[in-house]
């Protein structure tokens, strides 16, 4: 077997993948093809924390724009992602992977509080680690904290697993036939064509710490699994001498 070129690695799931091919909420199928993607990542041998987002059930800029406060909005968010992060680890035990949902948000009950010491030696024991309700904090996406989750726990790569988005274009393809996708970006490169990747935000973090991010379709079959054994894939987002390392 191939084993991963990572150690440890962090995956960012939108809540948009969860949905699968739904309007709204999560689609059994979405969600089981994801458990199985992220369980045959862990038999690589990376350790493998994975960032859920909410959008499939609540986006709280959305609610801003028809009058909610921003604050209680964003709140209703880290629910959402919780719903998910939940759900998630029933897809992966139910096949087999040890799990742990850890929450930014005190909720004893149904999920650990996030506790950087113990995520890692969670990982150690090569259990998957779900990481929901973001940061914890209000006007903060759940790409920013993908981002600093990343640098908190280790990660020598951000992946962030998009629904039939197989990386990062200058502009719509499913707008513009000829719109260009990109093999390979620097973090100036992305700042300056002011792509949407992530928000600027999460992409300064990433750039700060030397984060590798890599933009790929999971719902690709084996897309995960071939990132992470170093295929090219997506568009990977670096510093200009990884490129060169062939990372």
């Not at 949905?19 to 199928?29: A, F, H, L, V």
């Not at 862990?42 to 724009?65: D, F, K, Q, S």
């Not at 568009?235 to 990884?242: E, G, H, K, M, P």
Request: aromatic share 6%; glycine share 8%; proline share 1%.
């Amino acid at each position: 077997m191939v084993n991963s070129k990572y150690k440890r690695a962090l995956l960012k799931l939108s809540g948009e993948a969860l949905k699968g091919d739904k309007s709204y909420g999560i689609d059994p199928k979405a969600i089981r093809y994801v458990a199985t993607q992220i369980k045959n990542a862990t038999l690589l041998g990376v350790e493998l924390a994975v960032v859920v987002g909410g959008g499939n059930i609540w986006r709280g800029a959305e609610a801003e724009l028809d009058g909610m406060d921003r604050g209680t909005a964003d709140h209703a968010g880290m629910l959402a992602t919780m719903i998910n992060g939940l759900a998630l680890q029933d897809a992966l035990e139910k096949i087999g992977v040890n799990t742990r949902t850890q929450t930014a948000l005190s909720i004893q009950a149904v999920a650990e509080s996030y506790i950087r010491r113990r995520a890692i030696r969670h990982l150690e024991k090569g259990r998957v680690v779900i990481l929901a309700a973001g940061t914890g904090n209000t006007y903060v996406t759940t790409d920013t904290a993908a981002a600093l989750r990343s640098v908190d726990l280790g990660a020598e790569l951000l992946l962030m697993g998009k629904n039939k988005v197989d990386g990062v274009y200058d502009s719509d393809p499913n707008i513009k036939m000829d719109a260009k996708k990109f093999d390979f970006l620097t973090y100036q490169d992305a700042f300056a064509r002011r792509l949407k990747i992530m928000d600027s935000a999460a992409l300064a973090v990433c750039m700060e710490n030397n984060l590798p991010i890599v933009v790929f379709d999971l719902f690709e079959a084996n897309s995960l699994e071939k990132v992470l054994v170093n295929e090219q894939l997506g568009t990977l987002i670096a510093d200009s001498s990884n490129r060169l390392l062939n990372l």
